[in-house]
């Protein structure tokens, strides 16, 4: 045996072509209207059409259709049998329709066709029976084992049995047991029982005797025999193979099941293909010996299997591999003994046989076109493209370009805010739906120029504040598509909010696989977070700004002009939080803008009020200055010294308040070390529960379980009740981190604007980071600890370089693995310290990178200094100020110090030699190479030394800071 | 109502024709209109609903009675067709109530039917991570009950890890498929190609024999992932939630039970709470009073089988023996023999399995599928002539037979015969199971056997038909050994950097990079090509002995 092809014989499309047909559609019989009749073929679709056919010979007639019509209800399927009783011709039978709700009979008529127009059969509806419930299917046969005439009964949708008896008789009944989903009911003529498969997916069988007496009796009644199939059924039908059995074939979802009539297995194939549909039939007369019993079984890929009882004996492929039919059905033509008759779901209506024609898999031509070379060099352009698409990643700009033209985005909040937000709609929490807090509305356009596979958007906002969506993902994007979101930002918890920023998130991965994200930001409007109130005189903490741009005008209007209605030319405006909004305490921020001056003080009690209004004057200082086009902040190379150019716009007055965020960082830490210890506790709890747990279930049935069920409920209280307190405790943590974000980002707009070496600026920048994240394993006071370390040690904030380097062998001993968050606390207040230092230093007419850069070189340089004490800093910076002018190096060179390269390498040789004569730490690890090779050494690592950060401001790898420290490694 | 009902009946219609999906849909139209009109669903406990169901009809019946006791005398359990009247009455009432049994036949239809189209057959995938550690299980359990409401789905899935990835068994051969048929096939997107032939070259960075047959773990995740994505988007999937679900309560549903736990089990994929289920039915089975008294009559032998087959997925072997033990004395049903010939190969016990499965095979010796489980018992146990000798016996039986055939052709390869290899590959092709790794099989073993005009278009033909990352992967990893078997190290250098940018954690790919970057004289990226490697294949031996051999012979 091999696979051959089902050869087609006949076929035909009916007349609806939609996919309207299932395996009650298809109907092979006969009507007995002449002699030596063959079979029809009825087809009947879910729309109503209803076909008949009668196939002469091989390949399609158009006298093969005898009738073609339309009945007013869908067909849910077709059947023939002797439906009524008073014919005269007893080969004569009728033709069953169901619909919905009625079961029509059909005498079939012939009608001789004229000279070649062919032979026509017309309908004449002997008798219908209407019913309420919609119907399922029938199942018919001489019930009670009448002979020569048929019963049939109705088998409804819930369940319910229809019984037809001829001559109007009908009546209902439900089998007994639970309600299953439809399934087919078959009728066994040698036992006269049904068989049913039941809602728990067992077989049953129930006699006609018991079935048709149990509504007279009112009797329960239980079925013959039961046998569990343990599946799903497909399809169910009874063949009689012997004169004293018959067979139930049930082709189930997996098996191939074959039972007798006494519910006795007799095989259960495992199909290694989904089953669609199946027919089985006996070759031969059961009443004598040698018939044989075959099953064809159509598998979901269109394929044919043939068995014999369980074995099988021929598998066949439909040539063209379309879907698989959805009803099989075996039946004899005109010129066709035993024909495959098999209808598609989509109406395809087919008469084929077993031919020897083996079914050879037609290998689709690849077309190859002969290689032409330029082709062939696109082709490996184009691999060679995706290799370093993928796999390359040197060119992040141009990378990140052809992202943003992959995706383009545009994302904008209305600066106006609304105060209509459907709080039910957008679940926000009772506590601040009360308050009524204004919202935002914004929008987000994008267009995608590139076929997608994944395309995912997620908003960022800070924490406290919610937007109506927060991530969206779309699949199999087509280029091309583009589409506009409305959004809605509100608060959603009564949090202080650190930033008004809100960042949408667009990641993707294209049809190669490769992922990209892109990112653009908006700013919620102020008037989310601030009502105007009454300016105060005083506050605790001051801040004062001066505008030193000439672009923008230091107004009020200039940076807060949605507060300034009518009184346009104000100087004080108090603006009050909006968002905790607790009743005891009224967060109130104060702007006042000197009248002759350019200077801007801003002024509260509260550290948390700061920051977003902060954010609003540096953000819109540095717009309007870059939109009026002189500066350009472009991220080009840093040379070391360069002043912090925003400081040509707008200037802090160097002040930090150190003792309000410190008393976050207390609090956020405090709080820390609570969960820390709850965790443990209840990790402890845990652990203890489990232990009971398991005895419990090693416990022998007999033994008592009181005492062991009495741990476990205290225990279990125990556990739930600090649970509780964690999640308390976590809500207050959650509180205690927005403050401290306001805090640190305060700290971080002050140190933005504060006149210092622009990288100083950057790296303190980015190790302020805000969000502050706390991790299970990690507080933000550990993770942060080692950048703050390291400031402390290296670097332009440094003390000295001779101490640093002891620093750094301090750290590495003690630092590795224990903090201590005294010592982090001290760091962090000496980093403030250090700051405001430097950046109140006197500037010598701050201006020109030249000079700015000759200002800040003794910091730079560590020049050799004395265990200054903490308490004459100030003094310390003047010497080292004064160090500047020392006669090691010429003023004249320094004077004349530009920014060109070969002046830093002087500068860079001069503080070589410095350092030699200094200390005599290179020995000691320098002691291995030969002098000549420590010159050498010298002079690269030298280069390096200052880049102590790079220019992306990540932290040094530790051979730039090895270099710095002069080591060699 | 009527058209409702009549919509109820298309659903069964297109579950009958296989049409899951569309199934599925008009089910959702189905059920979103029940829940407009507040249908309650599971409401009354089994029993009475039926009672009342009874009732309700024994009064429809009497009331019919009445009317026609004129025309039917005294036989009142015949009625004739209902008065007109009446009917539209009804009918009036019905319409705007959908029933109760319609909504929760629409409902389980549903559930049905996204089983269905999920459905794998767990005894032909193996499920890679035998040996998941125990607590972890346990945890998770406790897990999911402490968070009701959380979907298990998204919350506790646990990652695919690479440890779990290594466990595969080595070339099953057939990973191809295992069946004769196209469609299973083609819904296990994840399974790998036949055994990659890569070994019979001796250098360093030859190919691993044994790679995972599928990318992202077992099938069972397959499974769940294209359920999950199935249901984005679906308003009623909440009627469908898992999390939600007391066993108890449902175990004495028997008309919903079982489909219930397909459903946990194939679609969700939630083995955990398939058992739960499963223990409260077998409870409930027990405790019901039954009149013959023995228990074992009482106790169904598919909830045993269940039962088993969740205590092997959660791998508890041991505990899944008795359980399939008592399930295959009430009935010989053929998964109940696979399922406890697995077992006892997790237990290591092959030489039980094929004493189990020979008893079976004496009883019904032409059923393939026990064959076929005895060649691939065979095969663990590393009897290849044993195994192949089956596997011919299989392809006697049911010359159709894929796997069977899979299997010759890979002994074939390895035995150093290419030439047969190509014949068994070109007998599956001509069956019409053709895909990339049928067409990258067939380029290999062309390779090997010479005839080296069908490589590339065998090759080419692959890559055109390769739709997973994987898939294109592989298929590049194989063009590289053509490249080095023709000596243009630059070209396979670039195969190989193909088959990283389809799938990034290749270990294969990685180690002969590695090799190739060596012998170009790159020993520092050769070194860091290996310690990827050795990330992603902790124990693989080709790695670990590069690694040994480049400590050894080159100071970095």
């Known amino acids: 045996m091999s696979l051959f092809n089902v050869c087609s014989w006949w076929s035909a499309q009916c007349a609806d072509p939609g996919e309207q047909y299932d395996v009650a559609s298809l109907l092979c019989a006969r009507f007995g209207l002449e002699e030596q009749e063959k079979d029809y073929i009825i087809v009947g679709s879910q729309t109503g059409q209803l076909s008949i056919y009668y196939p002469h010979r091989r390949g399609y007639d158009a006298t093969d259709l005898l009738l073609e019509t339309l009945m007013p209800a869908p067909i849910l399927g077709l059947y023939a049998g002797k439906f009524s009783g008073n014919v005269r011709n007893e080969n004569t039978n009728q033709l069953g329709v169901l619909l919905p709700n009625a079961i029509a009979i059909y005498n079939v008529q012939a009608i001789g066709g004229l000279a070649e127009h062919g032979a026509q059969v017309r309908l004449q509806l002997q008798a219908e029976h209407k019913f309420k419930r919609v119907a399922f299917g029938l199942c018919q046969g001489h019930f009670g084992q009448v002979k020569g005439r048929e019963f049939f009964c109705v088998v409804h949708l819930d369940g319910t049995l229809t019984f037809y008896e001829q001559d109007g008789i009908s009546y209902e009944c439900r089998f007994p047991g639970y309600r299953a989903l439809p399934a087919p009911v078959s009728y066994c003529e040698r036992t006269d029982s049904f068989f049913r498969f039941s809602a728990s997916w067992h077989l049953q069988c129930y006699s006609y005797q018991d079935l048709s007496h149990s509504l007279m009796t009112k009797s329960s009644y239980q079925p013959t025999w039961t046998q569990g199939v343990g599946e799903g059924i497909v399809d169910m039908r009874v063949v009689q193979v012997k004169e004293n059995c018959s067979y139930i074939m049930i082709l189930g979802e997996r098996n191939f099941i074959s039972l007798d009539d006494n519910g006795k297995f007799i095989f259960i194939l495992k199909l290694d293909y989904a089953p669609k549909c199946f027919h089985s039939f006996v070759v031969g007369y059961y009443w004598e010996p040698g018939a044989r019993l075959i099953t064809a079984i159509i598998s979901d890929s269109s394929k044919l299997h043939i068995y014999e009882e369980a074995n099988i004996i021929w598998a066949a492929q439909w040539p063209n591999q379309a879907n698989a039919p959805v009803a099989i059905q075996r039946s004899n033509m005109q010129g066709l003994a035993g024909g495959i008759v098999t209808l598609g779901a989509r109406g395809q209506l087919e008469v084929g046989y077993l031919g020897a024609d083996p079914f050879t898999f037609q290998v689709q031509p690849l077309n190859i076109e002969a290689l032409s070379f330029a082709q062939a060099h696109k082709e490996l352009q184009q691999l060679e493209d995706e290799i370093k698409e993928a796999v390359d990643v040197r060119d992040m700009d141009a990378l990140n370009q052809q992202a943003a033209d992959q995706v383009r985005l545009s994302f904008s909040i209305q600066t106006d805010v609304s105060e209509d937000l459907d709080t039910l709609l957008l679940d926000v929490p009772a506590d601040v739906a009360v308050k009524e807090m204004p919202s935002a509305k914004g929008l987000l356009r994008f267009k995608i120029k590139a076929d997608l596979a994944e395309l995912q958007l997620v908003f960022q906002t800070p924490n406290g504040v919610r937007c109506s969506q927060d991530t969206i993902s779309f699949v199999d994007v087509v280029a091309g598509t583009s589409q506009e979101l409305k959004l809605d930002f509100y608060i959603a918890e009564l949090l202080h909010i650190h930033s008004t920023k809100v960042e949408v998130v667009a990641s993707f991965v294209n049809s190669r696989g490769i992922p990209r994200v892109i990112q653009q930001n908006a700013h919620l409007p102020l008037g989310m977070f601030y009502r105007v109130c009454q300016p105060q005189k005083a506050a605790g903490i001051k801040l004062t700004y001066s505008i030193t741009s000439r672009h923008v005008a230091p107004k009020l209007r200039t940076f807060f002009g949605e507060f300034l209605e009518g009184q346009a030319d104000a100087h004080a405006l108090g603006l009050q939080l909006l968002c905790p909004g607790l009743d005891k305490q009224s967060e109130v921020i104060t702007v006042v803008v000197a009248k002759s001056s350019n200077r801007i003080r801003i002024q509260s009690d509260y550290v948390e009020t700061f920051a977003m209004i902060l954010e609003r004057l540096v953000q819109t200082t540095l717009q309007l200055d870059s939109s009026a086009g002189l500066l350009k902040m472009d991220k080009k190379k840093l040379k070391r010294g360069v002043l912090n150019r925003r400081v040509e716009r707008l200037m802090a007055a160097p002040f930090l308040p150190t003792q309000p965020i410190l008393h976050r960082v207390d609090v956020h830490h405090e709080t820390q070390q609570n969960i820390r210890k709850q965790t443990e506790k209840m990790e402890d709890l845990w652990q203890q529960f489990k232990t009971l747990q398991r005895q419990l279930q090693e416990q022998q049935e007999q033994e008592p379980k009181e005492a062991l069920t009495m741990q476990i409920e205290t225990n279990y209280d125990q556990l739930i009740l600090e649970g509780d307190k964690l999640v308390d405790i976590r809500r207050d943590e959650r509180r205690q981190r927005c403050d401290l974000n306001c805090a640190v980002a305060l700290a971080k707009w002050i140190i933005q604007a504060l006149n210092l070496e622009e990288r100083v600026v950057n790296v303190v920048g980015s190790v302020l980071s805000v969000p502050v994240e706390d991790w299970t394993e990690l507080s933000w006071e550990e993770s942060m600890a080692p950048g703050i370390d390291m400031l402390h040690h290296f670097g332009p904030l440094t003390r000295s370089k001779s101490t640093s380097t002891h620093g750094l062998l301090d750290a590495t001993d003690t630092n590795k693995d224990s903090f201590e968050y005294g010592r982090f606390r001290r760091h962090f207040a000496t980093l403030f310290d250090r700051i405001v230092r430097l950046a109140s230093s006197p500037q010598p007419s701050a201006g020109s990178g030249v000079d700015s850069s000759g200002a800040e070189q003794p910091v730079e340089v560590g020049e050799e200094q004395q265990p200054a004490k903490q308490a004459d800093e100030i003094g310390r910076m003047h010497r080292m100020l004064g160090d500047q002018c020392l006669p090691q190096a010429p003023l004249k060179r320094k004077s004349n110090m530009t920014t060109s390269l070969e002046a830093v390498e002087d500068d860079e040789e001069y503080d070589e030699e410095d350092l030699r004569e200094d200390v005599g730490y290179r020995k000691e690890y320098g002691t291995g190479t030969g002098t000549g090779t420590s010159t050498g050494t010298q002079k690269t690592s030298s280069q390096p030394r200052s880049e102590w950060v790079n220019e992306d401001f990540e932290l040094p790898t530790t051979e730039e800071l090895f270099s710095d420290l002069g080591i060699w490694w | ?556």
Request: proline fraction near 4%.
């Open chain 2, 1 to 556: 109502m009527a058209t409702l009902e009549l919509d109820y009946f298309r659903a069964v219609s297109l579950y009958r024709r296989r049409s899951y999906e569309q199934c599925a849909e008009l089910c959702n139209a189905l059920l979103q209109a029940g829940h407009d009109n507040n249908v309650q669903m599971f409401a009354t406990k089994e029993g009475e609903q039926e009672e009342h169901q009874q009732q309700q009809q024994q009064a429809e019946l009497e009331g019919n009675s009445n009317s026609n006791s004129r025309r039917f005398g005294s036989n009142l359990q015949r009625i004739g067709p209902r008065h007109a009247q009446q009917q539209q009455k009804a009918a009036a009432v019905a319409s705007i109530m959908m029933p109760t049994w319609l909504m929760e036949g629409v409902w389980q239809l549903k559930m049905r039917a996204l089983t269905q189209r999920v459905y794998l057959d767990d005894l032909e995938v193996d499920d890679a991570g035998e040996e998941e550690a125990h607590e972890e299980v346990e945890f998770e359990r406790i897990a999911t009950a402490a968070r009701p409401g959380s979907s298990i789905k998204t919350a506790f899935q646990p990652r695919p890890s690479t440890s779990q990835r290594q466990t595969q068994r080595s070339s099953r051969g057939a990973g191809l498929a295992h069946s004769s048929d196209g469609r299973l096939n083609s819904s296990r997107p994840g399974s790998a190609a036949v055994a990659r032939p890569g070994t019979s070259l001796s250098r360093p960075g030859s190919s691993l024999g044994a790679r995972p047959a599928s990318r992202c773990g077992t099938a069972s995740r397959v499974r769940a992932t294209s359920a999950a994505a199935f249901n984005v988007g679906d308003a009623t999937s909440k009627l469908y939630q898992a999390s939600r679900l007391n066993p108890t309560i449902y175990a004495e549903r028997e008309t919903l039970v079982k489909a219930l736990f397909q459903f946990l089990f194939y679609h969700e994929a939630d083995v955990q709470k398939a058992h739960s289920l499963c223990r409260a039915v077998l409870e409930v089975q027990r405790q019901r009073p039954s009149a013959s008294g023995s228990e074992a009559t009482r106790i169904d032998w598919w909830w045993q089988q269940q039962m088993g087959r969740c205590l092997l997925a959660l791998h508890y072997p041991r505990r899944a023996e008795p359980c399939l033990q008592q399930s295959l004395a009430a009935f010989p049903h053929p998964d109940t023999y696979l399922l406890l010939s697995r077992l006892y190969q997790r237990l290591k016990q092959p030489e039980r399995a094929l004493v189990l499965i020979g008893e079976v095979v004496d009883l019904r010796p032409f059923d393939v599928t026990y064959r076929l489980e005895q060649a691939r018992i065979h095969q663990a146990m590393q009897r290849q002539e044993d195994s192949l000798q089956l596997y011919r016996l299989v392809s006697r039986l049911q010359p159709i037979n894929v796997e069977a055939l899979a299997s010759i052709a890979v002994g074939y390869f390895y035995d150093n015969n290419p030439e047969m290899a190509l014949m068994y590959y070109r007998r599956i092709l001509s069956l019409g199971a053709h895909s990339a790794e049928l067409y990258c099989n067939i380029a290999l073993c062309c390779l090997y056997g010479g005839q080296i005009d069908l490589v590339l278009p065998c090759f080419q033909r692959s890559l055109a038909m390769s739709t997973q990352p994987e898939q294109k992967a592989d298929v590049w990893y194989n063009l590289s050994f053509v490249a080095v078997t023709s000596g243009d190290f630059n070209l396979a250098r670039r195969c190989l950097q193909l088959c990283l940018t389809s799938d990034a954690r290749n270990g294969a790919a990685l180690n002969n990079l590695a090799v190739l970057a060596a012998q170009g004289g790159d020993v520092l990226a050769a070194k860091s090509y290996l310690n990827a490697a050795k990330d992603m294949m902790p124990d693989a031996e080709e790695v670990t002995s590069n690694l040994q051999f480049m400590d050894l012979h080159y100071k970095l």
